[in-house]
C-alpha cells in the first residue's frame, strides 16, 4: 500500500490578507495512516464493440401480437440497412432482439427512434450490460471524499462523463508553484508578478518565472499555498499516483502574486487582468490566456476600485474569476475580493455537508465547496499536492489542508468543466446556471451560504448545449383516397439532411398493420376512413420529431359512388369587364367523365361561351355570371352543376398612356399631339391646355398657336374611352413658355422660327416700341456689344462678376452690355484690338462682321480641335485670309452655308451680321453644343 500523505492541517485558508499582508499558516502535528477504501462496484452502460448490441423492446398488446406481427415491426430497421432478430421473450411483455453486426453509437439511436415509431410499439431501449465502474488508479482517489462523497462531496466523477476540462486554461494567482510530478503534465508557463523583492524572496521583481521559493513569515514555515491549490483543481489522473484534479485535463496556469507575509493587491490586481489575456507594462502579452482564475486570497475591508477594475476587465474578456470567502467566520462583506462584483465567492463546508466553522458568510456568498473541517477527523480536510520543505523547497508531497481557499479551487475546476463542455458559456451565465444547479446543504448553515453545494454534475450537464431537435415539416398526402388508388407520403423538408425517415399509415388515428412504407394501396377496409400518415425523423445526434399528416377525405369506393362536384369561378368577386374567368370544377367520379360547359349571363346562356374559361364582355357590365358544367360517362347519366353567380361585373381596367407634344411652340407654329399606344378599340380625345387650363375649342390632334398663347406653356391632355371600361385621361408635359411675337416678325419671315426661339430663350428681348408692341429689328445690324450679350445668355448666364476696371480702353464700367463685353474677354472669346500704347479696345457699337462672327462661336464653342482643309469651302475665302480656320469650322459644323450661285459658295467675310442672320448661328449652334 502506498505511503500515506503527510496530514499537515491548516486552520485558514492558507492565505488571509489583512493590512495587504498575507498571515502565516499553522499547522497541526501529523497522525496516524488511516485505511485506504477500496472503490465500490457501480452500473455503467456497455460500450459499443464490447458485447453485442442487444435492445428490449416492449409491445403496447403482447398478447395480441403475433410472432408474424412482431417480424413485420422488427424488419422497419431494414430500411437503416440494419437487421436486428429476436433472441427471447423478456417476461414481462416484452422481447429482446440483437443487432447481426457492431453498430456505432449512431445507429444504436437510429435503431431505437425507428422501433419506437411503429404503432404496436410501447417503448425500446438498449439492453445494458453491467459491470463495475473503473474508479481513477490514483493512489489516493478514496481520500478525496470531496469530489465523491454523498453528503459533502461535489459529484464530480459523473460530471467527468461528460467533461474533464480539455481545452481549458485556469489561472491560479497564489504563491506560485512548486515542482510536482502531479502537476507537470497540466502545468503551463505562468509570471512572477511581484515587484517588491523583500516580498518576492527570489531577488529579482517581475519576471517569467512563477516558481514559489516559500513564502515564510518572520521565521514560520512555507505554506506552498498555490502548488495545493492548484493540485485541487489540476492534478494529473489515472496516472498511479497522488489525487485527481476536479479538472484533470485541464491546464493551470501558475502567476505568482503572493510571497513572504502576503501579497499587494497593486501586484495581484495586474495579475488578474494579465491572466485574462489583457496588457500590463512591461509584461509581454499572455500566450494562453485564462478562461477561469483562482484567487484563494482574503484581505480585510471593501472591494478596491483597484481590484474591482480588474476583476471587471477579465469578466467583460470571457474570463471567471473565482474568490475564496475568507476564514474569519466573519461576514463576507469585509472580505476581499470576494466581496467585489463579477466573482463567484466561495464558502466552505465540510465532510458532513455542513457550513465549515471558520467559513465567511453572509449575502456575498454565491455557492459553497468542499473547504474542509479537520475537527470532525484529520480525514476531512482537503488533500492535494503540496512540498515538503519547511521555509525552502523540499521533495514533492501531498498534504490535507482546510479553508475556503480550498473550497474556491473546486469551483473554478467545475467552472473549467462547464466550459470544456460549452465554451460558449458568458461568465455570468455560467456563475448563475452554477447557482441554479446548487444543492442544499445537507447539515447547518448560520448567516448565509450562498445557493448551496456546487454539483459538479447537475452543473456540467445543464451548461452542456443542448441537444438539437430535427427539424421537422408537416407532411402532406398526394393522391385519390379512392380504394384501389395509391397514396403517397410527401414528407417535406427535414434538416439538417439528411434525416432518416420512417412511415405508419393510420385509418382514422389507429396504425394499419404492416402499412409502414412511403406509400400505401387503399383497400376496402379503408372505405369510409380517413387516412393519415405519420413521420418520423431519426439523425444521429438529434432528438427525433414525429409529424402527422392532415386526413384524407372520408375514402371511397368508385364502385359504389358517383361525384358531381360543383363547379366555382375564380375571381367571381371580383369579375370585370376584359379579365378572364376560370371554371374549377373538381373531379367527377368514376373517371372518365366528358365534360362540357356553358357560361350564363343572369340566367341565360351566352352565345358561344362553352370554354372552361370566359372573358366579360361590355354586355356583361351590371349582370352577374355563372357557369353549368355538364358531366357523362359510360355509368354516369348526364349530371348538371351550376356555380354560384358571380357579382356584378364591374367596369373593365382602361390603362392611361401619357401623350407627347411635337412641334414648336411659338404663336403661328402647330403642335401635334402624340397619344402613344392605349388598348385596341379605345378611341382618344384630346383637350388642349394653356397653363393647365382647357383652351375653349382646341379639341383636335393638332393646336396652331395664337396671341394669347404668349408667355404661357401648353399641354395636351389624352382622354380614352372604350365600351365596358372606366374613362381614364392622362396630361402630357408642357412646352417651354410661348415667346411674345415680335411685330416686325410675322409668320413666314424668313428665320422665323431662329428669331421666335430667340425669343423663347430670352437670348432676345427685342425692343418694345411707344405702343407697346415689341419689335426684332431683324435686318438690322448686329452690334458687338449686343453680340456680347447673345453669346453670355445662350452660354445660361453664367454667374459672373465684372471687373471694377474696364478691360477695355473704349468700354465704361457702367455702359450697357459692360458686363456681356467683360465676360467675353475673360473667356478669350474676343480679344479686342490692341493699340502701339498697349491699351485695348472693343469698339462696342461697330457692326460684328461674318469673319468675326464665325471667330466667336469657334472659341465660345471651347475652340475645337478642327483642321482647316487646304482648299477653301467658299470661292471669296483664302486660305491665308484671318479667321479662315473658323469660317471654314462654321461651315463644316453647317451653322453657316453661305450663299450658292450656280456652282460657287460665298461667305462674304466683311458683311456685317443682321439680327435675323444671327438668330439662325445661335439657333443652329444651340443645336449642336
Same mark, same amino acid.
Given at each position: 500500500?502506498?505511503?500515506?500523505?503527510?496530514?499537515?492541517?491548516?486552520?485558514?485558508?492558507?492565505?488571509?490578507?489583512?493590512?495587504?499582508?498575507?498571515?502565516?499558516?499553522?499547522?497541526?502535528?501529523?497522525?496516524?495512516?488511516?485505511?485506504?477504501?477500496?472503490?465500490?462496484?457501480?452500473?455503467?452502460?456497455?460500450?459499443?464493440?464490447?458485447?453485442?448490441?442487444?435492445? @428490449?423492446?416492449?409491445?403496447?398488446?403482447?398478447?395480441?401480437?403475433?410472432?408474424?406481427?412482431?417480424?413485420?415491426?422488427?424488419?422497419?430497421?431494414?430500411?437503416?440497412?440494419?437487421?436486428?432478430?429476436?433472441?427471447?421473450?423478456?417476461?414481462?411483455?416484452?422481447? @429482446?432482439?440483437?443487432?447481426?453486426?457492431?453498430?456505432?453509437?449512431?445507429?444504436?439511436?437510429?435503431?431505437?427512434?425507428?422501433?419506437?415509431?411503429?404503432?404496436?410499439?410501447?417503448?425500446?431501449?438498449?439492453?445494458?450490460?453491467?459491470?463495475?465502474?473503473?474508479?481513477?488508479?490514483?493512489?489516493?482517489?478514496?481520500?478525496?471524499?470531496?469530489?465523491?462523497?454523498?453528503?459533502?462531496?461535489?459529484?464530480?466523477?459523473?460530471?467527468?462523463?461528460?467533461?474533464?476540462?480539455?481545452?481549458?486554461?485556469?489561472?491560479?494567482?497564489?504563491?506560485?508553484?512548486?515542482?510536482?510530478?502531479?502537476?507537470?503534465?497540466?502545468?503551463?508557463?505562468?509570471?512572477?508578478?511581484?515587484?517588491?523583492?523583500?516580498?518576492?524572496?527570489?531577488?529579482?521583481?517581475?519576471?517569467?518565472?512563477?516558481?514559489?521559493?516559500?513564502?515564510?513569515?518572520?521565521? #514560520?514555515?512555507?505554506?506552498?499555498?498555490?502548488?495545493?491549490?492548484?493540485?485541487?483543481?489540476?492534478?494529473?489522473?489515472?496516472?498511479?499516483?497522488?489525487?485527481?484534479?476536479?479538472?484533470?485535463?485541464?491546464?493551470?496556469?501558475?502567476?505568482?502574486?503572493?510571497?513572504?507575509?502576503?501579497?499587494?493587491?497593486?501586484?495581484?490586481?495586474?495579475? @488578474?487582468?494579465?491572466?485574462?489575456?489583457?496588457?500590463?507594462?512591461?509584461?509581454?502579452?499572455?500566450?494562453?490566456?485564462?478562461?477561469?482564475?483562482?484567487?484563494?486570497?482574503?484581505?480585510?475591508?471593501?472591494?478596491?476600485?483597484?481590484?474591482?477594475?480588474?476583476?471587471?476587465?477579465?469578466?467583460?474578456?470571457?474570463?471567471?474569476?473565482?474568490?475564496?470567502?475568507?476564514?474569519?467566520?466573519?461576514?463576507?462583506?469585509?472580505?476581499?475580493?470576494?466581496?467585489?462584483?463579477?466573482?463567484?465567492?466561495?464558502?466552505?463546508?465540510?465532510?458532513?455537508?455542513?457550513?465549515?466553522?471558520?467559513?465567511?458568510?453572509?449575502?456575498?456568498?454565491?455557492?459553497?465547496?468542499?473547504?474542509?473541517?479537520?475537527?470532525?477527523?484529520?480525514?476531512?480536510?482537503?488533500?492535494?499536492?503540496?512540498?515538503?520543505?519547511?521555509?525552502?523547497?523540499?521533495?514533492?508531497?501531498?498534504?490535507?489542508?482546510?479553508?475556503?481557499?480550498?473550497?474556491?479551487?473546486?469551483?473554478? #475546476?467545475?467552472?473549467?468543466?462547464?466550459?470544456?463542455?460549452?465554451?460558449?458559456?458568458?461568465?455570468?451565465?455560467?456563475?448563475?446556471?452554477?447557482?441554479?444547479?446548487?444543492?442544499?446543504?445537507?447539515?447547518?448553515?448560520?448567516?448565509?451560504? #450562498?445557493?448551496?453545494?456546487?454539483?459538479?454534475?447537475?452543473?456540467?450537464?445543464?451548461?452542456?448545449?443542448?441537444?438539437?431537435?430535427?427539424?421537422?415539416?408537416?407532411?402532406?398526402?398526394?393522391?385519390?383516397?379512392?380504394?384501389?388508388?395509391?397514396?403517397?407520403?410527401?414528407?417535406?423538408?427535414?434538416?439538417?439532411?439528411?434525416?432518416?425517415?420512417?412511415?405508419?399509415?393510420?385509418?382514422?388515428?389507429?396504425?394499419?398493420?404492416?402499412?409502414?412504407?412511403?406509400?400505401?394501396?387503399?383497400?376496402?377496409?379503408?372505405?369510409?376512413?380517413? +387516412?393519415?400518415?405519420?413521420?418520423?425523423?431519426? %439523425?444521429?445526434?438529434?432528438?427525433?420529431?414525429?409529424?402527422?399528416?392532415?386526413?384524407?377525405?372520408?375514402?371511397?369506393?368508385?364502385?359504389?359512388?358517383?361525384?358531381?362536384?360543383?363547379?366555382?369561378?375564380?375571381?367571381?368577386?371580383?369579375?370585370?369587364?376584359?379579365?378572364?374567368?376560370?371554371?374549377?370544377?373538381?373531379?367527377? +367520379?368514376?373517371?372518365?367523365?366528358?365534360?362540357?360547359?356553358?357560361?350564363?349571363?343572369?340566367?341565360?346562356?351566352?352565345?358561344?361561351?362553352?370554354?372552361?374559361?370566359?372573358?366579360?364582355?361590355?354586355?356583361?357590365?351590371? %349582370?352577374?355570371?355563372?357557369?353549368?358544367?355538364?358531366?357523362?360517362?359510360?355509368?354516369?347519366?348526364?349530371?348538371?352543376?351550376?356555380?354560384?353567380?358571380?357579382?356584378?361585373?364591374?367596369?373593365?381596367?382602361?390603362?392611361?398612356?401619357?401623350?407627347?407634344?411635337?412641334?414648336?411652340?411659338?404663336?403661328?407654329?402647330?403642335?401635334?399631339?402624340?397619344?402613344?399606344?392605349?388598348?385596341?378599340?379605345?378611341?382618344?380625345?384630346?383637350?388642349?391646355?394653356?397653363?393647365?387650363?382647357?383652351?375653349? #375649342?382646341?379639341?383636335?390632334?393638332?393646336?396652331?398657336?395664337?396671341?394669347?398663347?404668349?408667355? %404661357?406653356?401648353?399641354?395636351?391632355?389624352?382622354?380614352? &374611352?372604350?365600351?365596358?371600361?372606366?374613362?381614364?385621361?392622362?396630361?402630357?408635359?408642357?412646352?417651354?413658355?410661348?415667346? &411674345?411675337?415680335?411685330?416686325?416678325?410675322?409668320?413666314?419671315?424668313?428665320?422665323?422660327?431662329?428669331?421666335?426661339?430667340?425669343?423663347?430663350?430670352?437670348?432676345?428681348?427685342?425692343?418694345?416700341?411707344?405702343?407697346?408692341?415689341?419689335?426684332?429689328?431683324?435686318?438690322?445690324?448686329?452690334?458687338?456689344?449686343?453680340?456680347?450679350?447673345?453669346?453670355?445668355?445662350?452660354?445660361?448666364?453664367?454667374?459672373?462678376?465684372?471687373?471694377?476696371?474696364?478691360?477695355?480702353?473704349?468700354?465704361?464700367?457702367?455702359?450697357?452690355?459692360?458686363?456681356?463685353?467683360?465676360?467675353?474677354?475673360?473667356?478669350?472669346?474676343?480679344?479686342?484690338?490692341?493699340? %502701339?500704347?498697349?491699351?485695348?479696345?472693343?469698339?462696342?457699337?461697330?457692326?460684328?462682321?461674318?469673319?468675326?462672327?464665325?471667330?466667336?462661336?469657334?472659341?465660345?464653342?471651347?475652340?475645337?480641335?478642327?483642321?482647316?482643309?487646304?482648299?477653301?469651302?467658299?470661292?471669296?475665302?483664302?486660305?491665308?485670309?484671318?479667321?479662315?480656320?473658323?469660317?471654314?469650322?462654321?461651315?463644316?459644323?453647317?451653322?453657316?452655308?453661305?450663299?450658292?450661285?450656280?456652282?460657287?459658295? &460665298?461667305?462674304?467675310?466683311?458683311?456685317?451680321?443682321?439680327?435675323?442672320?444671327?438668330?439662325?448661328?445661335?439657333?443652329?449652334?444651340?443645336?449642336?453644343?
Amino acid at each position: 500500500m502506498p505511503a500515506s500523505p503527510r496530514r499537515l492541517l491548516t486552520s485558514v485558508t492558507a492565505l488571509s490578507i489583512a493590512g495587504l499582508l498575507l498571515g502565516s499558516l499553522t499547522a497541526s502535528p501529523a497522525v496516524a495512516q488511516p485505511a485506504v477504501p477500496e472503490p465500490a462496484p457501480s452500473i455503467e452502460p456497455s460500450v459499443t464493440g464490447l458485447q453485442p448490441d442487444r435492445f @428490449i423492446v416492449k409491445f403496447r398488446d403482447m398478447a395480441q401480437t403475433s410472432s408474424a406481427d412482431r417480424i413485420d415491426t422488427f424488419d422497419a430497421t431494414g430500411e437503416l440497412g440494419i437487421v436486428v432478430e429476436e433472441v427471447r421473450p423478456t417476461g414481462d411483455g416484452g422481447v @429482446i432482439v440483437e443487432a447481426t453486426e457492431d453498430l456505432t453509437v449512431n445507429q444504436v439511436s437510429e435503431v431505437i427512434a425507428t422501433l419506437e415509431a411503429q404503432a404496436d410499439v410501447e417503448y425500446a431501449e438498449v439492453d445494458q450490460f453491467a459491470k463495475p465502474a473503473a474508479a481513477t488508479n490514483d493512489t489516493y482517489s478514496n481520500w478525496q471524499w470531496n469530489l465523491f462523497e454523498a453528503q459533502g462531496g461535489m459529484r464530480v466523477p459523473d460530471a467527468w462523463k461528460t467533461a474533464t476540462g480539455a481545452g481549458i486554461t485556469v489561472a491560479v494567482i497564489d504563491t506560485g508553484s512548486t515542482p510536482h510530478s502531479d502537476l507537470a503534465r497540466n502545468s503551463i508557463p505562468g509570471w512572477d508578478f511581484i515587484t517588491d523583492t523583500a516580498t518576492s524572496v527570489d531577488g529579482d521583481g517581475r519576471d517569467a518565472d512563477p516558481n514559489d521559493p516559500g513564502d515564510s513569515c518572520e521565521g #514560520g514555515p512555507s505554506s506552498w499555498h498555490g502548488t495545493h491549490v492548484a493540485g485541487i483543481i489540476g492534478a494529473e489522473a489515472n496516472n498511479a499516483k497522488g489525487v485527481a484534479g476536479v479538472a484533470y485535463n485541464s491546464k493551470v496556469q501558475h502567476i505568482r502574486a503572493v510571497g513572504a507575509c502576503g501579497g499587494w493587491s497593486s501586484d495581484i490586481a495586474p495579475a @488578474i487582468i494579465w491572466a485574462a489575456g489583457g496588457p500590463v507594462a512591461g509584461v509581454p502579452t499572455n500566450p494562453t490566456p485564462a478562461r477561469v482564475i483562482n484567487l484563494s486570497l482574503a484581505g480585510e475591508g471593501l472591494c478596491s476600485t483597484t481590484y474591482q477594475n480588474a476583476i471587471n476587465y477579465a469578466v467583460d474578456r470571457g474570463t471567471v474569476v473565482v474568490a475564496a470567502a475568507g476564514n474569519g467566520s466573519s461576514p463576507a462583506m469585509f472580505a476581499s475580493p470576494a466581496n467585489c462584483q463579477n466573482v463567484i465567492a466561495v464558502g466552505a463546508t465540510g465532510r458532513e455537508g455542513s457550513q465549515a466553522p471558520y467559513s465567511n458568510y453572509g449575502e456575498e456568498i454565491d455557492v459553497s465547496a468542499p473547504g474542509g473541517d479537520s475537527y470532525t477527523g484529520y480525514e476531512s480536510a482537503i488533500i492535494s499536492t503540496d512540498n515538503a520543505g519547511h521555509q525552502v523547497q523540499g521533495e514533492e508531497m501531498y498534504e490535507l489542508k482546510q479553508g475556503t481557499s480550498m473550497a474556491a479551487p473546486h469551483v473554478a #475546476g467545475t467552472a473549467a468543466l462547464m466550459l470544456s463542455a460549452n465554451m460558449q458559456l458568458t461568465p455570468a451565465q455560467l456563475e448563475q446556471t452554477m447557482k441554479d444547479t446548487a444543492r442544499s446543504l445537507p447539515g447547518a448553515c448560520s448567516g448565509g451560504c #450562498g445557493t448551496g453545494i456546487v454539483d459538479a454534475a447537475a452543473a456540467v450537464v445543464a451548461a452542456a448545449p443542448a441537444r438539437p431537435d430535427v427539424v421537422s415539416a408537416t407532411p402532406t398526402v398526394s393522391g385519390n383516397s379512392r380504394v384501389g388508388s395509391t397514396l403517397r407520403a410527401v414528407p417535406g423538408t427535414w434538416t439538417p439532411a439528411p434525416v432518416n425517415l420512417a412511415y405508419q399509415w393510420l385509418r382514422d388515428g389507429q396504425a394499419i398493420s404492416g402499412a409502414s412504407a412511403i406509400t400505401h394501396v387503399v383497400t376496402t377496409a379503408d372505405t369510409g376512413k380517413k +387516412l393519415s400518415v405519420r413521420v418520423t425523423g431519426t %439523425k444521429a445526434g438529434y432528438d427525433s420529431a414525429t409529424q402527422t399528416s392532415a386526413p384524407t377525405a372520408a375514402v371511397t369506393d368508385p364502385a359504389n359512388d358517383v361525384v358531381a362536384p360543383t363547379p366555382t369561378i375564380t375571381n367571381g368577386d371580383t369579375a370585370q369587364v376584359g379579365e378572364e374567368l376560370t371554371a374549377r370544377v373538381g373531379t367527377w +367520379l368514376p373517371a372518365p367523365v366528358t365534360l362540357t360547359y356553358q357560361w350564363l349571363r343572369s340566367g341565360s346562356a351566352i352565345s358561344g361561351a362553352t370554354g372552361a374559361t370566359y372573358t366579360p364582355v361590355p354586355a356583361d357590365l351590371g %349582370k352577374t355570371l355563372t357557369l353549368r358544367v355538364t358531366g357523362k360517362s359510360s355509368v354516369m347519366p348526364s349530371t348538371a352543376r351550376t356555380s354560384t353567380a358571380t357579382k356584378a361585373v364591374l367596369p373593365g381596367a382602361l390603362s392611361a398612356v401619357q401623350p407627347t407634344v411635337s412641334g414648336f411652340a411659338a404663336i403661328g407654329y402647330t403642335l401635334t399631339a402624340k397619344p402613344g399606344t392605349w388598348a385596341a378599340g379605345t378611341t382618344v380625345t384630346y383637350q388642349w391646355l394653356r397653363d393647365g387650363a382647357n383652351i375653349s #375649342g382646341a379639341n383636335s390632334v393638332t393646336y396652331r398657336l395664337v396671341a394669347a398663347d404668349a408667355t %404661357k406653356r401648353l399641354s395636351v391632355k389624352a382622354t380614352g &374611352t372604350k365600351a365596358g371600361y372606366t374613362t381614364v385621361s392622362s396630361t402630357s408635359a408642357q412646352t417651354d413658355t410661348v415667346p &411674345t411675337p415680335f411685330k416686325d416678325v410675322p409668320v413666314g419671315t424668313q428665320f422665323h422660327r431662329e428669331m421666335s426661339w430667340m425669343a423663347a430663350e430670352g437670348i432676345s428681348t427685342g425692343w418694345t416700341e411707344k405702343n407697346g408692341t415689341k419689335t426684332y429689328r431683324p435686318l438690322t445690324t448686329v452690334n458687338r456689344d449686343a453680340m456680347a450679350a447673345f453669346m453670355y445668355r445662350m452660354a445660361g448666364s453664367p454667374a459672373y462678376t465684372p471687373p471694377a476696371k474696364s478691360p477695355f480702353a473704349d468700354v465704361s464700367t457702367k455702359q450697357e452690355f459692360y458686363k456681356e463685353m467683360a465676360w467675353l474677354a475673360s473667356r478669350g472669346i474676343s480679344t479686342g484690338w490692341t493699340a %502701339k500704347n498697349g491699351t485695348r479696345t472693343y469698339r462696342a457699337l461697330e457692326p460684328v462682321n461674318r469673319d468675326a462672327m464665325a471667330a466667336f462661336m469657334y472659341r465660345l464653342a471651347g475652340s475645337p480641335q478642327f483642321t482647316a482643309p487646304a482648299k477653301s469651302p467658299f470661292a471669296d475665302i483664302s486660305p491665308k485670309q484671318q479667321f479662315y480656320k473658323e469660317m471654314s469650322w462654321l461651315a463644316s459644323t453647317g451653322i453657316s452655308t453661305g450663299w450658292t450661285s450656280g456652282s460657287t459658295k &460665298t461667305y462674304r467675310a466683311l458683311t456685317p451680321v443682321n439680327r435675323d442672320a444671327m438668330a439662325a448661328f445661335m439657333y443652329r449652334f444651340a443645336a449642336k453644343f
